[in-house]
């Protein structure tokens, strides 16, 4: 027997350390993440319709900048693939209304669209009563996106292969973090681009692991060593495509802020902070002095999961 209505949420990320390798023949790369969850999580509200219709809708009140050009609420959104994939995939027949609550900014660089796909296979999962296990959903996830596993898993973890490949770190240890998202996305697939002609005639390899002091770091809650260490092979080729990211990160370190970094693809900043009090701080400075929005997170957060089923 189906459920009525499933309520699930899954986080956005943060990668504390990233590394590219060179491309492959079918356009991805291999890379080495450390990717940590954060407190930023995207809801979908799913109800049970039985005429097998997938219709979608965005919660008014979502703080996201969105217009249908990058919110499509049809078939280009993730959430509507990833209830398709489930349904060809399990071969049930049954349909749902998914709403959308949107926190992660949209082509951010912190993974939102992933964390709406992974949240709606686990609402999906359970209203359908399709009994898939957190691995099966985490290769139909794969599918979908190369960071939808690891919205699926939260928590800290090691990505290898395209980000995919999951190893988690077993770890509590809390980092605190202010978010400057920007009022324009980046395209992931250009970024990656980018990264690539700034490197052409460069002999690259394939990052096989994680700097040992990152990890260490992080799971003592070491936010002044941290700060020392974050990288992102990402940074130059988001900022060839929006300079006015460098003046930001400038402006953010400016305002006491431990390190200021590109999440991701960017154009997300992410700030590390000692603690919630210096947060509050930087964040007060930012606004006050430089006029711009801020979020603060902290790290880790619980990976994708259910909050209602009735
Ligand atoms: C930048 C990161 O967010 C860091 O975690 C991810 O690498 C991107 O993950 P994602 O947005 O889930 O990526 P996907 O939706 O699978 O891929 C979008 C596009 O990004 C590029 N892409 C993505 C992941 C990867 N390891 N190599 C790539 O080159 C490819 O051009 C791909 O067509
Ligand atoms: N549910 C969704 N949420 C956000 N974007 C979506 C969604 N479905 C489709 N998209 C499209 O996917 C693109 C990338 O979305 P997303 O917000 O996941 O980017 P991102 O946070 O930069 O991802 P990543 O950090 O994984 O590279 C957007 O340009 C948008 O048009």
């Known amino acids: 027997m189906a459920q009525q209505r499933v309520i699930a949420t899954a986080p956005g990320k943060i990668n504390c350390y990233f590394r590219v390798g060179p ?3 079918d356009g991805y790369h291999e890379v080495a993440s450390l990717y940590v969850a954060v407190s930023l999580t995207e809801q979908i509200e799913a109800t049970l319709r039985t005429d097998g219709e997938l219709q979608l809708s965005l919660e008014p009140d979502s703080p996201v900048v ?29 349909g749902a209304d998914l709403h959308i609550t949107k926190r992660v900014p949209i082509a951010g660089g912190m993974g939102g669209g992933s964390a709406d796909a992974a949240a709606t296979l686990v609402a999906c999962n359970e209203l359908w009563q399709t009994h898939l296990d957190r691995e099966e959903l985490g290769r139909l996830g794969a599918r979908l996106g190369a960071d939808v596993p690891f919205a699926l898993m939260g928590g800290a973890a090691i990505g290898l292969g395209i980000g995919d490949q999951l190893a988690p770190l077993l770890t509590r240890a809390k980092t605190h973090w202010v978010l400057i998202p920007a009022s324009y996305g980046l395209s992931t697939p250009r970024v990656y681009g980018m990264l690539d002609r700034l490197r052409s005639g460069m002999d690259i390899e394939v990052p096989k692991e994680i700097d040992p002091a990152v990890i ?95």
Not at 78 to 92: K, M, N
Not at 239 to 244: C, I, M, R, T
Not at 249 to 257: F, M, Q
Not at 260 to 267: D, F, Q, R
């Open 216 to 310: 260490e770091a992080l799971m003592a809650s070491d936010a002044p060593a941290l700060a020392q260490v974050l990288a992102n092979d990402l940074t130059q080729a988001s900022l060839a495509l929006a300079p006015e990211l460098g003046t930001m990160r400038d402006l953010a370190e400016g305002a006491g802020a431990l390190r200021a970094m590109v999440s991701g693809s960017g154009p997300t900043l992410a700030l590390l902070v000692r603690d919630g009090e210096h947060a509050e701080e930087v964040m007060a400075q930012l606004g006050d002095e430089v006029g711009v929005a801020t979020i603060d997170v902290t790290a880790p957060a619980a990976g994708a999961r259910i909050t209602l089923s009735e």
């Open 23 to 25: 491309p492959r023949e």
């Open 66 to 94: 969105h217009d249908p050009e990058n919110f499509p609420l049809g078939e280009g959104n993730l959430v509507y693939q990833a209830a398709q994939l489930l349904r060809e995939h399990t071969g049930t027949t049954l």
